[in-house]
């Protein structure tokens, strides 16, 4: 099973500020990788499909990088709608979930 | 517009069963390769199934192989997911996930609100 392993676990920023998510694989995924981003009560909402391909709708401060193995999301600069929970998914084999980034109001 | 409705969740015992159902609309259906997601209160997601356009495919996650059964009605619009021999670790809500292109294995463009199954005596 391919495992994927979030960095960090809760990250505290200011409206304005750049923000990186790391996301590693236990092995190689190709490009094979999704952002979502989660507020409470709510379903999760995809951000980013193929390692970097922005979804329709999603404001173009959102980005993705990465392939194979380590993937980035950049949030180029935090907006107040921003703080939210944020999770990669490999869809290489299976699919599975990273455990999440909680970004906070620092 | 494409909706997904989840129900069918609930209180039940352990050992006891479930049968989670979701209403799909504003998209052809049975077009698409259709997902079971769920997440633990407090906790991140995971997912537990999905199903081919004919239903003649089927992958579970390890966790619920042999427990849970995923079945989809094309004339209905409708995927359900059968839950048998409940554990207190299945307690989640239960997200019915649409694929963004139709295929196996992809990213998911479209969920439904969930449906809240709790497992307790």
């Known amino acids: 099973d391919i495992q994927m392993t979030q960095s960090p676990s809760t990250l505290s920023a200011s409206v304005g500020d750049r923000v990186t998510i790391t996301c590693r694989a236990s092995?190689?995924?190709?490009?094979?990788l999704a952002w979502y981003q989660q507020k409470p009560g709510k379903a999760p909402n995809l951000l980013i499909y193929?390692?970097?391909s922005l979804q329709s709708g999603v404001p173009s401060r959102f980005s993705g990088s990465g392939s194979g193995t380590d993937f980035t999301l950049t949030i180029s600069s935090l907006q107040p709608d921003d703080f939210a929970t944020y999770y990669c998914?490999?869809?290489?084999?299976?699919?599975?979930f990273g455990q999440g980034t909680r970004v906070e109001i620092k | 517009e494409v909706q997904l409705v989840e129900s069918g969740g609930g209180l039940v015992q352990p050992g006891g069963s479930l049968r989670l159902s979701c209403a799909a609309s504003?998209?052809?259906?049975?077009?698409?390769?259709m997902n079971w997601v769920r997440q633990a209160p407090g906790k991140g997601l995971e997912w537990v199934a999905n199903?081919?356009?004919?239903?003649?495919?089927?992958y579970y996650v390890d966790s619920v192989k042999g427990r849970f059964t995923i079945s989809r009605d094309n004339a209905k619009n409708s995927l359900y997911l059968q839950m048998n021999s409940l554990r207190a670790e299945d307690t989640a809500m239960y997200y019915c996930?649409?694929?963004?292109?139709?295929?196996?294995?992809?990213?998911?463009?479209?969920w439904g609100q969930g449906t809240l199954v709790t497992v307790s005596s």
């Open positions: 998914q490999q869809y290489n084999s299976y699919s599975t």
């Open positions: 092995q190689s995924i190709s490009s094979w």
């Open positions: 199903i081919k356009q004919d239903g003649s495919e089927k």
């Open positions: 504003g998209f052809t259906f049975s077009s698409y390769w």
């Open positions: 996930a649409r694929p963004l292109h139709g295929g196996a294995y992809e990213s998911f463009d479209r």
């Open positions: 193929k390692a970097s």
